[in-house]
């Protein structure tokens, strides 16, 4: 069943980067953005935390807090943090449990090639942990901005 707004955000304790671990849980009592992207250090996906990255400042004196989320290993998001200068932490679900209920984990085409893959997705949760917002089949151009606005929007 496909999450829709006002479901509440399915549980999650991931290893991040840095060695931290990143939960649903610890998050609690903030305005949450959870954007999940295919894989570090690719074009879109660097854009897209770049924009972020950019916008850390606003979302935070928004009482937001960001995470990324994909199925590349700690090892992978330690990398691209540090080349980037990412603030925010990155989730990483190497064995797509959080992906796959969050249904994020889909079934994509290529050159007329089927793979699995991970739907570009943001989802705004609230103080409580129910899902405020949902970005689906993201297009990176204007997207942190949208968000930003639907943050301080939250409350």
Same mark, same amino acid.
């Given at each position: 069943?496909? !999450?829709?707004?006002?479901?509440?955000?399915?549980? =999650? $304790?991931?290893?991040?980067?840095?060695?931290?671990?990143?939960?649903? *849980? $610890?998050?609690?009592?903030?305005?949450?953005?959870?954007? =999940?992207?295919?894989? +570090? +250090?690719?074009?879109?996906?660097? !854009?897209?935390?770049?924009?972020?990255?950019?916008?850390? *400042?606003? !979302?935070?004196?928004?009482?937001?807090?960001?995470?990324?989320?994909?199925?590349?290993?700690?090892?992978?998001?330690?990398?691209? @943090?540090?080349?980037?200068? #990412?603030?925010?932490? #990155?989730?990483?679900?190497?064995?797509?449990?959080? #992906?796959?209920?969050?249904?994020?984990?889909?079934?994509?085409?290529?050159?007329? @090639?089927?793979?699995?893959?991970?739907? @570009?997705?943001?989802?705004?949760?609230? @103080?409580?942990?129910?899902?405020?917002?949902?970005?689906?089949?993201?297009?990176?151009?204007?997207?942190?901005?949208?968000?930003?606005?639907?943050?301080?929007?939250? +409350?």
């Amino acid at each position: 069943m496909p !999450l829709e707004t006002g479901n509440a955000a399915p549980l =999650f $304790s991931l290893p991040g980067a840095g060695g931290e671990t990143i939960s649903l *849980e $610890s998050l609690r009592g903030h305005k949450i953005v959870l954007y =999940f992207y295919p894989k +570090d +250090d690719t074009s879109g996906c660097t !854009l897209e935390a770049q924009n972020f990255n950019a916008q850390s *400042e606003a !979302l935070a004196a928004a009482g937001a807090k960001v995470v990324g989320v994909s199925p590349d290993s700690v090892k992978s998001h330690d990398k691209f @943090r540090t080349k980037y200068g #990412l603030t925010f932490p #990155l989730a990483s679900d190497e064995a797509k449990t959080m #992906l796959e209920a969050y249904g994020v984990w889909v079934e994509k085409s290529m050159y007329g @090639r089927k793979y699995m893959g991970v739907e @570009r997705t943001t989802l705004l949760i609230d @103080r409580e942990g129910r899902i405020a917002r949902i970005w689906h089949k993201v297009k990176v151009p204007g997207h942190v901005e949208e968000v930003l606005d639907a943050v301080k929007a939250l +409350d």
